[in-house]
């Protein structure tokens, strides 16, 4: 079931419908679920909710751009359906729903379970393991110009990190501290 719902969200971030590009597979999603299952091992979570939230969090903007401002939510009926076809017991569908509801930084959804901490985490750790995605993000999603993607990825990157439980951030440490100073190195003028 996991290598079939990783081949459908990899699939759909290949589909030239995606607006974010393949990028959003090998760039941001590969990397949240190497985070989530690293996070998942730390803290003692259930690694298959983690790892199936983890390749379904992102999945309804990847999909439609037009779901990406509630995309956490689409997402999670999304997921629904998907594990539903699988005969995946509610119980378990109800808690990957919970870890793609509550990944993002930029909502205020409480997280409830050690495996939507883990999701969560694993979100923010891939952003920085990942900066030229952002810049990526920045300049052709967005379509920021020099300025407003330092500022915009400066606010990101600090949501990402602010959002990190102490052992995350321990692991993601340095790469937070790289990323302060090539986004500071870019700041001057």
């Not at 509630?70 to 919970?98: C, F, N, S, T």
């Not at 409830?112 to 883990?118: F, K």
């Not at 102490?166 to 500071?184: G, T």
Request: with cysteine.
């Amino acid at each position: 079931m996991i290598d079939n719902i990783a081949k459908l969200v990899e699939d759909t971030c290949r589909s030239e419908n995606n607006y974010f590009g393949y990028g959003a597979w090998t760039h941001h999603i590969q990397h949240v679920v190497k985070y989530s299952k690293l996070m998942a091992s730390k803290l003692n979570a259930d690694k298959e909710i983690v790892e199936i939230a983890a390749l379904l969090h992102d999945y309804a903007s990847v999909k439609s751009f037009e779901l990406y401002e509630e995309h956490h939510l689409h997402g999670a009926v999304l997921a629904e359906e998907i594990l539903k076809g699988y005969d995946y017991p509610q119980d378990r569908i109800d808690q990957v729903k919970h870890c793609i509801i509550s990944h993002r930084g930029s909502k205020n959804v409480e997280r409830l379970s050690i495996e939507a901490l883990c999701v969560a985490d694993a979100d923010s750790m891939a952003h920085f393991d990942s900066i030229s995605s952002l810049f990526y993000l920045a300049f052709f999603s967005h379509k920021l110009d020099i300025d407003e993607a330092n500022s915009w990825l400066n606010r990101k990157l600090e949501r990402s990190w602010n959002k990190l439980s102490p052992e995350a951030r321990e692991i993601i440490h340095d790469k937070y501290e790289a990323s302060r100073l090539l986004l500071e190195m870019n700041s001057e003028k």
